[in-house]
Structure formats: C-alpha cells, structure tokens
C-alpha cells in the first residue's frame, strides 16, 4: 500500500516560486522594452550605417594584382545579394584578367550546381570568360568553404593573395578566416548604391510639399535592417573566435 505524505510547506513554496517568475517576468519584459526603445531611436541616427560600413572596410585594401578572386556565395542566385556580389566580382574580373575566380557556395541538398551555374552565367554575361571560373561546393560555411579552397591555391612557402568579394557586412569575419588559413586577405565589400542625400530631400516643384524621393521615408527600416545585420554579424564573429578561426 501507498502513503502519500503531503508537505505542509508546499503552498507557500508555490506562492514564492510564483513571485519569483512573476518578478523575473516583469525584468524581461522591461530590458526588452529597452531594447527595442534603443532598437528604435538608433534608427533615427547614422550610427547603424557606420557600424555596418566599418565591418566592410575593415580589410587591407588591394595593392597589385591578386593570385585569385573569391566571390562567396550568400544567399545564392536569384537573389539581390547574389547579384551585386556577382556585379563586383565581374568588375574585378575585369581589372585584374589573369586571376582565377573560384565561386564559394554549398551544392543543394541534391547535389545539384544549379546555384553556382547560376552565379556562373551571371559572370560571363558580364564579360567574365567560363575558363576561369572555378567552384567551390563542399563548405558549408565561410571556414570551411576557406579550407577546401586552401587547399588547392596554398603552396610551400607563399601566401597567395585573395580578393574577397562578399557583403559589407560579412567582410571583416570572411578576410580574418583566409588570413588564418594562410592568404594574404584583401576585400571587395559589395556594398549597395547610397542615396543621394540632396535628391532624397528635394521636394517636388509643383507646391505640393512631396518629398520627390520616397527613400528618406523608408530610411528609418534600413537602418534598423542595418542593426539586425551588425548585430547578427558579431554574435558569428564571438563565435568564430571562440572556435579559433579567426
């Protein structure tokens, strides 16, 4: 037979744990409000663009020529990101005709390279010749994808020198983890078209007090995507660290 022996203290320690979470649920309610409060008035500033812009030129910048260019995937084709990084990896092409340009991105599920075919096509309808055109399926991340390719472009004693072409965000994380594996990193952030701050402010002629440019009134939400990236970007950053990567 069973005894239950009920604890005389079990309604008070209810009532206290109760409070416990009641107290602490109020805390996070109040730091989030905070947050999002700060989230919201930086917006309004150029602080976000500037912490986002720093993380793109915070690479050496080319000096002569480059043994290759990297132009790392994100997001893949068709997609925005993939298309003003194959923009300025076709621009780079361009400059510096003898170099290599190997496209770092994971193959599908399936095997397929229709992504990086996709990327591909794009550099060659840009001007960019098929036959220097390499690939790089295998990474899965930015470490990774530095690996394989590591491990066909290092030789005895040099350090080839690598154009990063990526995001502005991403450049500072990707140049660290090519140094690391032994290039010599330097970066191409692809960074978008800014606004022109006169046209964006210039009202219409006709007296109607429009602004000409509606991009002023979306200004605030590009910032705030700014703050998502920057802060997204350094969370990866503490944890490349942490793995030591970079």
Wanted: net charge positive; with cysteine.
């Amino acid at each position: 037979m069973l005894i239950f022996i009920r604890n005389s203290n079990e309604p008070g320690m209810l009532r206290k744990v109760n409070g416990i979470l009641k107290r602490a649920g109020r805390w996070v309610i109040g730091i989030s409000g905070i947050v999002m409060l700060l989230f919201v008035l930086l917006s309004f500033t150029d602080l976000p663009y500037h912490a986002y812009h720093r993380l793109g030129v915070s690479v050496k910048p080319l000096r002569g020529a480059p043994d290759l260019i990297v132009l790392l995937g994100g997001g893949g084709m068709p997609s925005p990101d993939g298309l003003i990084r194959c923009y300025y990896a076709a621009g780079a092409a361009a400059d510096y005709p003898l170099a290599p340009v190997v496209i770092a991105l994971p193959a599908n599920e399936d095997g397929s390279m229709r992504q990086l075919d996709l990327m591909a096509r794009e550099l060659v309808l840009k001007g960019v010749d098929s036959s220097r055109i390499g690939y790089e399926p295998e990474g899965h991340n930015t470490r990774s994808q530095a690996e394989y390719i590591a491990k066909h472009f290092i030789g005895d004693h040099r350090k080839p020198v690598a154009l990063i072409v990526t995001s502005p965000d991403h450049m500072y994380r990707a140049a660290r983890v090519f140094e690391k594996l032994g290039f010599d990193a330097r970066g191409m952030p692809a960074f978008e078209k800014p606004v022109d701050e006169k046209m964006a402010k210039e009202k219409a002629k006709d007296g109607s007090g429009r602004v000409r440019s509606v991009s002023l009134r979306y200004n605030m939400w590009s910032y705030m995507n700014y703050e998502l990236l920057v802060v997204r970007e350094y969370l990866a950053i503490s944890y490349y660290k942490l793995k030591g990567w970079i």
